[in-house]
């Protein structure tokens, strides 16, 4: 069976500091990982994911994610947050060729502070 | 370009009555997936729909719960009747096909007495 861990459940970090938020996974079989970002009030945004390829993957708003299989881990990074940044951040994972079905993790707040 | 529409935003009422939430998808995009969010269970799958036939609908809690697609662009996630347990926020998102990124609708909260 196929699980995400996301093992802070709260990430507090001030304005301009770098942040990684993490996220391990557990399958025994090729995975796609995804990132999404959830502002309040409103739905899941993709942020960025990886299919194959590069193991550094690049999102929107400056983040990137590197997809280490050896640790099973893909964890979301940061150089310098805002405060704009604040929001949930979840980790999802779909087994190769069945992405209708997503595995999220329990989520992470990213809580930016001056 | 309009995103995923669902209505209500907000839904209160009482355990035992009909629930109805719906969802109009991004046009052309041809699957939908309707989502709960909990803070005890995370997200879940409920349901989805590809070329509006439901596909996989494992994620259903119970016989109470019912989605339908009678068209391209709207979705109906019924419950009937509603218990407190129900109460979660709702989210339905579409796709361009089941393997592209999903976009989601901003939700609806319900709140069952």
């Known amino acids: 069976a196929q699980s995400v861990t996301q093992l802070d459940s709260q990430v507090p970090v001030f304005e301009e500091a770098p942040v990684e938020l993490r996220c391990n996974y557990s399958?025994?079989?090729?995975?796609?990982l995804f990132w999404y970002v959830q502002y309040p009030n409103q739905g899941l945004q993709l942020l960025l994911k990886?299919?194959?390829?590069?193991?550094l993957v690049k999102g929107i708003n400056g983040f990137e994610a590197e997809f280490n299989k050896s640790q099973t881990s893909f964890h979301l990074r940061k150089p310098s947050v805002h405060i704009s940044d604040t929001a949930e951040y979840f980790c999802?994972?779909?087994?190769?060729?069945?992405?209708?079905?997503?595995?999220f993790g329990t989520g992470t707040l990213l809580a930016v502070q001056p | 370009d309009a995103g995923v529409i669902q209505s209500p935003r907000h839904e209160v009422t009482e355990m035992g009555q009909e629930v109805t939430l719906r969802c109009k998808p991004i046009?052309?995009?041809?699957?939908l997936f309707w989502y709960r969010q909990t803070m005890m269970r995370g997200l879940e799958l409920l349901i989805y729909f590809n070329n509006n036939v439901p596909i996989d609908d494992s994620g259903m809690p119970e016989d109470r719960f019912s989605a339908k697609m009678p068209n391209a662009s709207f979705s109906t996630l019924k419950i009937q009747p509603s218990e407190p347990r129900d109460s979660a926020v709702y989210f339905c998102?579409?796709?361009?096909?089941?393997?592209?990124?999903?976009?989601f609708g901003d939700g609806t909260r319900l709140s069952i007495l």
């Open positions: 998102a579409s796709s361009i096909d089941r393997l592209s990124s999903k976009h």
């Open positions: 990886y299919l194959s390829g590069s193991t």
């Open positions: 046009s052309g995009h041809n699957s």
């Open positions: 999802a994972l779909a087994h190769g060729g069945a992405t209708n079905k997503l595995i």
């Open positions: 399958s025994s079989v090729s995975v796609y």
